[in-house]
């Protein structure tokens, strides 16, 4: 079947062009061509880049974007392109960027030929809804420059395709740009998706912004450009348990009323902090430069108050502290100004107001608006950034340096801190800040542990990790028909009886899911998350399937989960932080899941470099999978599911983990075609030594 690229009809006028999902799913609108749009400043945008071009390679980006048009438009497209890229370091193509409301509509308002391609179009366009998007109109969903495209023309042509897939074709996505629909087969993936795969030598941050001014490559982060983000709450599930357990480990209380969680970034992701504080019952001071990002998250309720003064700020965090209040406090100014006022209280009044401390700005990306120097205000850094980068660069490294100065001093002091792995520690020892750790021979450790590490590691080990679905109906009684069920599930495997080691993990998600509703996580499409092991996410995802099949929910469901999870990502700052064998660097487990998933019945799979830590700092993939209430879906999230945790336990057991060994073996009991390499360990420590004396 041969697609046409072109919408070149009649049923499209200037004013009217991509006006509803129709029009969104018949090709670039040509005939005519859709309106210049003005630069809408009512939303924010993503900083400019500096790809530092060449004019030839200015010619070249020019020459690339073009490409998506016939040769009759380019002496209309290409001097507008050209402008795009001299205003922005990038071509956004922002003429053809849709009228119509961007968010995750009812999967049957879709026109497209399988449910399957139905539920991918719902889950992209809720990553490009402006209430979860960080830069919706540059494609950015989160972490400053998570791409789920390029440009407009890469989003528009791939809806169609999916609008005229058919279940024995795949679509083959090369970061961001549909390169077609390839015969296939009903059990393969409807989607294929990579991002950032450069030859390991050229991926450098200098590269990839000339790779990607030049639209040759993409960085999609986690699940921006996985087509599987759920918003902020995404990660609050996660952070909320790291708060919890980082209290029962440093302060050794379950109940963290009156303690202070002093952390940075209200953006993407870090939104969930404000949230995570106040469902783990403390009282969360959050920093974040931007006013935008800090409203924004007000005016949602993820936030509860704000404050740009910090005289106020410490008044209210005594008063809270006093009155054991849970609340969340949102500093609009720079995170180092608050750090060092902290000091300074400290210093005047002998007072430690922060119990706990962290980081989640997107120090993946320090210099291109992940994170903002003390020294010049947020207006004032988006223009240095891009009209003076060396000079941003110091800046930014003598923040670092500064802020860290203030976190030891207040660590020093009784205050614990953790990395929450996006580079922070990374990029303060790059600038030349004092987090190194004595006798660290492998150079994954810091003075302060990662929360893979000290936090959370042994959840990973033991199989548990962020399992999500979302309810492609957009029907909230469907959300919450599968929180009870998601509830039932884990109470019946609970109550016949889990390992000791796991039991708390099981506890903790009972507890997250009976108040996920109260504490009104959805923000875009109506989904959910949780911590489940093996057992439970098969469990869970077996009895959604049935309910869809029993009309009981009114639409599919789509599982999946974070790429930051126990098989998913290898990121030797993050998720394999905690793996001492020298084999932290390695990325065979990634790579081996993202082909494992595909061919066990996933309805797309995805490999991306970088994500949380930065470019080239991490592989990590991903899945979809649509529940149709059908048996063949059934089988598929059974095959796949087991798979898809029981290789990252199993890597973790080779490495060492005596938590992965008892998960994995408990494993193999349960699947007789389940067979692991088992590590033997050197019972003598002295004997490696003695071998190499002579």
């Given amino acids: 079947m041969k697609v046409s690229l072109y919408a070149t009809n009649n049923n499209f006028d200037n004013f009217s062009t991509m006006s509803s999902l129709k029009d969104v799913c018949s090709g670039l609108p040509l005939d005519p061509l859709p309106a210049q749009r003005d630069h809408d400043d009512s939303v924010p945008h993503a900083p400019i880049r500096t790809p530092h071009l060449t004019p030839e390679e200015e010619r070249l980006a020019l020459q690339n974007a073009l490409r998506y048009f016939p040769p009759e438009l380019h002496g209309v497209l290409a001097p507008?392109?050209?402008?795009?890229?001299?205003?922005?370091?990038?071509?956004?193509?922002?003429?053809?960027?849709?009228?119509?409301?961007?968010?995750?509509?009812?999967?049957?308002?879709?026109?497209?030929?399988?449910?399957?391609?139905?539920?991918?179009?719902?889950?992209?366009?809720?990553?490009?809804?402006?209430?979860?998007?960080?830069?919706?109109?540059?494609?950015?969903?989160?972490?400053?420059n998570g791409q789920v495209f390029g440009n407009w023309a890469q989003f528009l042509l791939t809806m169609q395709y999916l609008s005229e897939m058919t279940e024995d074709q795949t679509l083959v996505m090369y970061s961001g740009h549909p390169a077609g629909l390839f015969p296939s087969h009903r059990g393969a993936p409807r989607v294929v998706i990579t991002n950032g795969m450069v030859v390991p030598n050229y991926s450098s941050r200098e590269e990839y912004e000339k790779m990607f001014a030049l639209g040759v490559t993409m960085y999609g982060q986690m699940t921006a450009g996985s087509y599987c983000y759920i918003g902020?709450?995404?990660?609050?599930?996660?952070?909320?348990?790291?708060?919890?357990?980082?209290?029962?480990?440093?302060l050794g209380l379950n109940d963290l009323a009156g303690k202070v969680f002093v952390t940075s970034g209200l953006g993407g992701m870090s939104g969930a902090q404000a949230k995570a504080a106040v469902v783990a019952g403390c009282i969360g001071v959050i920093a974040e430069v931007s006013e935008d990002a800090l409203v924004?998250?007000?005016?949602?309720?993820?936030?509860?108050?704000?404050?740009?003064?910090?005289?106020?700020?410490?008044?209210?965090?005594?008063?809270?502290?006093?009155?054991?209040?849970?609340?969340?406090?949102?500093?609009?100014?720079?995170?180092?100004?608050?750090?060092?006022?902290?000091?300074?209280?400290?210093?005047?009044?002998?007072?430690?107001?922060?119990?706990?401390?962290s980081d989640q700005t997107s120090c993946h990306n320090p210099y291109g608006g992940g994170y903002y120097p003390v020294q010049l205000t947020f207006t004032e850094a988006n223009e240095v950034m891009h009209s003076d980068p060396l000079r941003f660069k110091n800046l930014v490294q003598e923040s670092l340096r500064r802020q860290i100065t203030a976190i030891n001093k207040l660590s020093e002091r009784g205050m614990f801190f953790w990395d929450y792995g996006n580079a922070f520690l990374l990029e303060c020892k790059r600038a030349g800040a004092d987090v190194s750790k004595e006798g660290d021979t492998l150079g994954t450790r810091f003075r302060y542990p990662s929360y893979v590490q000290d936090i959370m590691g042994d959840i990973f080990s033991l199989g548990f990790g962020p399992f999500r679905w979302v309810c492609t109906s957009a029907n909230p009684n469907d959300l919450a028909t599968t929180d009870?069920?998601?509830?039932?599930?884990?109470?019946?495997?609970?109550?016949?009886?889990?390992?000791?080691?796991?039991?708390?993990?099981f506890q903790d998600n009972i507890r997250w899911i009976k108040e996920a509703g109260i504490h009104k996580m959805v923000v875009g499409s109506q989904a959910r998350i949780?911590?489940?092991?093996?057992?439970?996410?098969?469990?869970?995802?077996?009895?959604?399937?049935?309910?869809?099949?029993d009309g009981k929910l009114q639409g599919p469901v789509v599982i999946?989960?974070?790429?930051?999870?126990?098989?998913?990502?290898?990121?030797?700052?993050?998720?394999?932080?905690?793996?001492?064998?020298g084999s932290a660097f390695c990325a065979d487990m990634a790579v081996q899941n993202f082909v494992g998933d595909s061919f066990r019945g996933a309805t797309w799979v995805a490999l991306h470099n970088g994500g949380g830590c930065g470019w080239g700092e991490v592989i990590n993939g991903?899945?979809?999978?649509?529940?149709?209430?059908?048996?063949?879906?059934?089988?598929?999230?059974?095959?796949?599911?087991?798979w898809d945790v029981s290789n990252g336990v199993a890597r973790r057991s080779w490495c060492g983990n005596q938590n992965a060994k008892e998960a994995i073996c408990r494993a193999m009991d349960q699947n007789s075609k389940l067979k692991v390499t088992m590590p033997h360990a050197v019972e003598d420590d002295t004997l490696l030594e003695r071998a190499f004396r002579n």
């Avoid at 009870?484 to 993990?505: C, R, W």
């Avoid at 991903?622 to 087991?642: H, I, P, T």
């Fill in 484 to 505: 009870e069920i998601a509830t039932s599930v884990l109470e019946d495997i609970i109550n016949k009886g889990v390992p000791e080691s796991a039991k708390q993990q």
């Fill in 80 to 144: 507008e392109f050209a402008q795009e890229l001299r205003d922005y370091g990038h071509i956004y193509m922002y003429r053809f960027r849709p009228q119509c409301e961007m968010r995750a509509y009812p999967i049957d308002e879709y026109p497209a030929r399988t449910r399957q391609a139905a539920a991918l179009m719902h889950m992209i366009m809720n990553n490009l809804d402006h209430r979860v998007a960080q830069f919706p109109h540059e494609l950015v969903t989160y972490g400053g």
């Fill in 530 to 549: 949780l911590y489940a092991d093996r057992v439970g996410r098969i469990a869970i995802a077996t009895a959604f399937n049935q309910a869809v099949a």
């Fill in 560 to 581: 999946s989960r974070d790429h930051h999870d126990v098989s998913g990502t290898d990121s030797p700052f993050r998720e394999t932080s905690n793996i001492y064998d």
């Fill in 622 to 642: 991903g899945f979809g999978l649509v529940l149709d209430g059908s048996e063949d879906a059934g089988e598929r999230a059974k095959m796949m599911l087991q």
């Fill in 232 to 250: 902020p709450q995404g990660i609050v599930h996660g952070t909320t348990i790291t708060v919890m357990n980082a209290g029962r480990k440093y």
């Fill in 296 to 357: 924004k998250r007000h005016k949602q309720g993820w936030l509860m108050e704000t404050t740009s003064n910090l005289d106020e700020c410490m008044n209210m965090i005594r008063r809270y502290k006093r009155e054991k209040k849970t609340t969340s406090i949102g500093y609009l100014g720079n995170a180092v100004d608050l750090w060092e006022r902290l000091v300074q209280e400290y210093d005047s009044t002998g007072e430690l107001l922060a119990d706990l401390g």
